[in-house]
């Protein structure tokens, strides 16, 4: 990813934290980065240009094929999903999750988010497998602590919130809320 469009979605982040601490109410203006001021469930919405290779902690050494990932996470510490947003579009140096290492390889594209029951993040993951095209990518990734395939997905075609919400609606309906999306590029 280009560092200038990091820093402009780093940027519309910070500015509508400043707005939200002045204030103590969400009011960016900005409906969709209202709802970052809480806790909630994401998808980092990963593209990676040419395969990969990648050691991920004690996953090992992972060959990503090139195409489409889609990471769900939740975010309910310190912060909440700013914190936690923020931390993803600036790549770690000090990689902690297994998604810090993949990371550095791919350009985001996109991040889906909505104020969900952390619980929620196991649905999304399942919801994402619907799609078309998609698949388990790294059994365990992003997965240690659930009964998860994996909570990264590999799509061999770009991601569409409206089918992904519908499949989610199918799967459980209280974790599908409107979605949010913040577009970092393309
Ligand atoms: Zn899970």
Same mark, same amino acid.
């Given at each position: 990813?280009?560092? /200038?469009? !990091? ?10 934290? /400043? ?35 990648? /050691? ?5 050494? !992972? ?47 996109? !991040? ?71 577009? !970092?590029?393309?």
């Amino acid at each position: 990813m280009h560092s /200038n469009a !990091i820093q402009s979605a780093v940027s519309v982040l910070e500015k509508s934290r /400043n707005g939200y601490v002045a204030k103590s109410t969400p009011a960016t203006g900005d409906p969709r980065l209202d709802a970052l001021y809480g806790k909630g469930v994401y998808v980092l919405h990963l593209r990676i240009e040419k395969e990969a290779r990648a /050691n991920v902690g004690r996953l090992g050494r !992972i060959v990503f094929a090139a195409g489409y990932y889609a990471y769900v996470g939740r975010a309910f510490g310190p912060g909440g999903l700013f914190a936690r947003l923020t931390h993803h579009l600036r790549p770690s140096t000090s990689p902690h999750w297994h998604i810090d290492f993949l990371r550095p390889h791919g350009v985001v594209d996109k !991040i889906w988010w909505s104020r969900t029951a952390p619980a929620c993040e196991h649905s999304w993951a399942r919801g994402l497998m619907r799609l078309r095209g998609a698949s388990a990518s790294v059994r365990g990734f992003g997965s240690s602590d659930c009964r998860c395939d994996s909570h990264l997905i590999h799509l061999t075609r770009r991601p569409r919130r409206a089918a992904f919400r519908r499949h989610l609606h199918r799967l459980a309906a209280d974790c599908a809320p409107p979605i949010r999306c913040l577009r !970092i590029e393309g």
